[in-house]
């Protein structure tokens, strides 16, 4: 191992004091601790419609997804869902309430999905190839980018419904197998 | 630099094809994208009573607290409240709804609090001092680790006393003020 090497080079084992394995590099002994990831967003809508945005980015380019991303350090989740329709659909929203929160145990990921309300209007951000309003029977549902987004659609159409609201989970038994839930509920 | 440094040496920049600083290692060219943490827990109780734990650990050794702690990765923020219940109280515990969100800008932290009943016997874990049962009159209001813990003790009895649930997050105004928001809510 030369000082020339610019490439972590990490290695599995229990850190002293720990209980689990981390990744720790053999060279400079950081321990990448690594957390799960918080993802925020809304479902955005103007009355009826529902806004969505067509990604300009990798993973599912080209799919539908409600704005929605990672959090930035010192944020809060209802920051980063207004800060990600900002930034995918130059839309400013008005928050409402949690509608849910989902884990993408896969991915390691924590999903918080608010209701809100668009105010004024909207435009493809750097991320979106385009924006667009859709009534629920226009949704494009074979299009969708992530099956947590048709979960997020579907429990904002039952409170809706309902008239009042319940944070949801994961819906029962829902995977990532985005085609069957989105065939049993749409 | 020498081969045989064993530290990480990190320096704040813009990694290519990003747009906010990271800690970059001088010496590995590790990335370390810092993201918030989740900390997921719950309100514990036995009927009119609620179970709190005295901490053994830093921070805030000594003080008391609801069984809470960091999500691991590929779980979700039920089986991290349900987890650390056993570990931090030895207690089984059969978990509600969610009761609120709480981010906490400066330690860039959303917590995660479930509501939860106590399902068998208690004990102190390996990171409790000791683990009791208290009525609302009998809380160590001036002993309680965190405001956090504050704020999910009153949002859990607004609940109780409204019959109903709705997830709250941060309260109005609220901070890591911990006396204030103690003497005007307690």
């Known amino acids: ?38 993802v925020a967003g809304s479902v955005v ?12 980015i990798e993973p599912r380019r080209g799919f539908w997804t409600i704005p929605a991303g ?45 209701r809100s309300v668009l105010s004024g209007g909207f435009a493809a951000g750097d991320e979106s190839l385009e924006v667009a309003l859709f009534s629920w029977s226009e949704i494009p549902w074979n299009d969708i980018a992530f099956p947590s987004v048709v979960w997020a ?11 009042g609201i319940m944070p949801f989970a994961n819906p029962d038994g829902a995977t990532a197998d985005l085609k069957s839930f989105v065939e049993r509920n749409t």
């Open 1 to 38: 191992m030369s000082s020339n090497d610019t490439e972590p080079d990490f290695q599995l084992r229990v850190p002293e004091g720990d209980d689990r394995e981390r990744a720790v590099c053999r060279q400079c002994g950081f321990v990448a601790y690594e957390n799960p990831k918080i």
């Open 45 to 56: 809508r103007v009355g009826e419609k529902i806004l969505l945005c067509r990604r300009a």
């Open 70 to 114: 990672y959090l930035e350090l010192n944020e809060s989740p209802e920051e980063a869902a207004v800060r990600e329709a900002r930034e995918e659909a130059c839309a400013d929203i008005r928050l409402g309430g949690l509608l849910s929160v989902y884990t993408i145990h896969r991915l390691s990921q924590v999903q918080l999905i608010y």
């Open 153 to 163: 659609l579907t429990h904002d159409r039952e409170v809706v419904e309902a008239g």
